[in-house]
């Protein structure tokens, strides 16, 4: 089993940034791929970014440029950097992890971008 504690979302200006933090614990050492989702109201879940456990990274085209994702191995932590926000971020983001057998999910954090 993983867990992953999501944390960071809030409300932000537009061009403001953010920095959201997906903490993991558990048997962590499975873990092949991490990477970040989000879903707008009336939206279907879309894949915002994801690192490979070699560290190649994929990004939606709506965010390149302006989202970086990072992991820190030592402190089983994943980042997603936002900057540049808009107000069509606005969003839950939810982050997960995917070993061979399964995915799992933080609670998902709320992310706000006013105009």
């Known amino acids: 089993q993983v867990q992953l504690v999501e944390s960071g979302g809030g409300l932000v200006q537009a061009g403001g940034s953010l920095r959201l933090s997906c903490a993991a614990s558990?048997?962590?050492?499975?873990?092949?791929?991490m990477g970040w989702y989000r879903q707008a109201p009336g939206k279907q879940r879309e894949s915002v970014a994801d690192m490979s456990s070699v560290g190649r990274t994929d990004y939606v085209d709506s965010v390149k440029g302006r989202f970086r994702i990072s992991r820190d191995n030592a402190k089983n932590t994943q980042y997603l950097q936002m900057n540049s926000l808009k107000p069509e971020d606005t969003a839950v983001y939810y982050c997960y992890a995917a070993n061979n057998l399964r995915v799992y999910w933080g609670q998902g954090t709320q992310v706000t971008v006013s105009s």
């Open positions: 558990g048997s962590i050492f499975s873990i092949n791929t």
